[in-house]
C-alpha cells in the first residue's frame, strides 16, 4: 500500500475508533484525541485530573478499541520496582526463573504516579525510555506498541512524591480532565445505572499500529514548519534573545530540546490523522499546549495573578 492510501486508511480508521470509544466514554472528546495522537505518535501521556472522571475507564475502552494487552497499576507508597517490572524465583528445580510484572503489557495505566516513591517512579520511567527492563543483569524487551498513561490527582498533595521535572519532559503530552458538561453528565449518569452492557470493538492489531506509526515518521516536514516549532520552544526558554518581556516575567525555565522533537511528530500525527500528507504550522499549534503545559514552570508572580500555562502558551503563537 502506498503512503497516500495508508494516510487515508488511517484518517478512515480513526474515525471508527471514536466511534467505538463513544460508546462508553460521553463528551471528553480533546482529551480522546490527545490519547489518540500520543499513540500513534508513539509517545506517552499524563493525564491530570480529580477522581471520578473515569480515566481508568476512558483508557481501558481505548486499548479495548485499539485491541492491545491493558494492565492498569495502583500506585502506592509501598509499591517497590519488582512489583511493576517482575522479579525472579527459584522454581521447583532449584533455578531462577523470571516472572514477568504487569509492565510486559502494550498499554499500562500508571495510576496516581505521585503517590509512588522516587525508586518506583524511575522504574517505570526507565522502560518508558528504553522499552525494555533490566532484572539482575538480563534485559528484557517489552512488547510493542508500548505506551503509558499515568495519572495524577492535582488535588490532595500530602502524601504524594511529585514527579522531578526530568521525569514529567518523558511524557509526550500532559492532558487536562475537566468535569463533563451538565448534559453531558446527565447523560453519562442515565447509561451507567442500567443493566444495558456495551461491547467494544477490537479495531487494530498490534502490528497495523506500529505500521501506522512508522507511517507517521516518513512524512516529510518543510524547513519552515521545522523552525516554527523549535522558535516556540526556544521562546519559552527566559534566558534566551527570543523570549518577550512576558516570557521573562512569569516563567523561571523553559521547555528543552525534546518539547521541539515531539512539537514536530506530534504536528506530523495531527496532519495525517486530518488526511493531510505534510503538516503545517497550524499543526504545530494544535499540539503545543498538551506537549509545553508540563514543560514550563511559572514563578510565583505568574501563581499570584492567576496565570496559566496554557495563557503563557497561547500568547507565544
Known amino acids: 500500500m502506498s503512503d497516500v492510501a495508508a494516510i487515508q486508511n488511517l484518517v478512515q480508521k480513526q474515525k471508527e475508533l471514536k466511534q467505538e470509544i463513544s460508546k462508553i466514554i460521553v463528551g471528553q472528546e480533546e482529551v480522546i484525541n490527545q490519547i489518540v495522537l500520543s499513540v500513534f505518535s508513539g509517545g506517552h501521556a499524563l493525564l491530570v485530573g480529580v477522581p471520578g472522571l473515569a480515566k481508568t475507564l476512558m483508557v481501558n475502552t481505548i486499548s479495548q478499541a485499539l485491541g492491545l494487552d491493558f494492565k492498569r497499576i495502583q500506585f502506592t507508597p509501598d509499591l517497590m520496582p519488582s512489583d511493576i517490572l517482575g522479579s525472579e524465583i527459584l522454581d521447583e528445580n532449584r533455578t531462577f526463573k523470571f516472572i514477568k510484572g504487569p509492565i510486559f503489557s502494550n498499554i499500562i495505566l500508571a495510576d496516581e504516579i505521585n503517590r509512588t516513591p522516587p525508586k518506583t517512579q524511575a522504574a517505570l520511567l526507565e522502560a518508558m525510555q528504553e522499552k525494555a527492563v533490566t532484572i539482575s543483569g538480563h534485559h528484557y524487551k517489552l512488547d510493542l506498541p508500548f505506551f503509558v498513561l499515568a495519572t495524577q490527582n492535582p488535588i490532595e498533595q500530602e502524601g504524594t512524591y511529585p514527579l522531578p521535572e526530568a521525569q514529567l519532559d518523558r ?58 516549532a523549535v522558535t516556540l520552544v526556544s521562546k519559552t526558554r527566559p534566558d534566551n534573545p527570543l523570549a518577550t518581556e512576558f516570557v521573562k516575567n512569569y516563567l523561571d525555565w523553559g521547555a528543552g530540546p525534546r518539547a521541539s522533537q515531539n512539537l514536530i511528530l506530534a504536528a506530523k500525527t495531527h496532519a495525517a490523522l486530518n488526511g493531510k500528507f505534510s503538516p503545517d504550522i497550524e499543526d504545530v499549534q494544535a499540539v503545543a499546549i498538551g506537549i509545553l503545559r508540563h514543560r514550563i514552570i511559572k514563578n510565583y508572580k505568574a501563581d499570584a495573578e492567576g496565570i496559566s500555562e496554557e495563557v503563557i502558551i497561547k500568547k507565544l503563537f
Open 171 to 228: 511524557f509526550m503530552f500532559a492532558i487536562k480532565l475537566d468535569y463533563p458538561s451538565f448534559a453531558e453528565e446527565v447523560q453519562v449518569v442515565k447509561s451507567t445505572t442500567t443493566d444495558y452492557k456495551v461491547t467494544v470493538n477490537s479495531l487494530f492489531s498490534a502490528q497495523e499500529i506500529i505500521d501506522f506509526q512508522q507511517l507517521i515518521r516518513r512524512i516529510p516536514v518543510p524547513d519552515n514548519v521545522i523552525e516554527y
